[in-house]
């Protein structure tokens, strides 16, 4: 199995920056890639990032793009999503996600284990 804590959420004014850290412990071997989702109010989970353990290949959603920056420490075993220029729209609940496939994109059902979510506000 494969535990996945996510850190960093918080409130920010729209403009700002955040990181969010997603920290993965256990069968960590079995884990080729990782990625981010997030779910607003009222909303469907939708999809904003991704990125391959081994050949650290990244996916974004197209809102995200230029915004957002996944990362991942293989060492530290932590997964990293930078975000700049906030909007208030980007407020949601983050969850960090783990799959068994090598590059598992913008499909939920591609990724087996899930984060509890961090919560990230930004004011207007």
């Known amino acids: 199995q494969v535990q996945l804590v996510e850190s960093g959420g918080g409130l920010v004014q729209a403009g700002g920056s955040l990181r969010l850290s997603c920290a993965v412990s256990?069968?960590?071997?079995?884990?080729?890639?990782m990625g981010w989702f997030r779910q607003a109010p009222g909303k469907e989970r939708e999809f904003v990032s991704s990125?391959?353990?081994?050949?650290?290949?990244?996916d974004y959603a197209d809102s995200m793009k230029g915004r957002f920056t996944i990362s991942s420490d293989n060492v530290k075993n932590t997964m990293y999503l930078q975000m700049n220029s906030l909007k208030p729209e980007d407020t949601a609940v983050y969850y960090c996600a783990a799959s068994r496939l090598g590059r598992p994109g913008a499909v939920s059902g591609n990724y087996a284990y899930w984060g509890q979510g961090t919560q990230v506000t930004v004011s207007s």
């Open positions: 990125i391959s353990r081994i050949a650290g290949t990244t």
């Open positions: 256990g069968r960590t071997s079995i884990s080729y890639a």
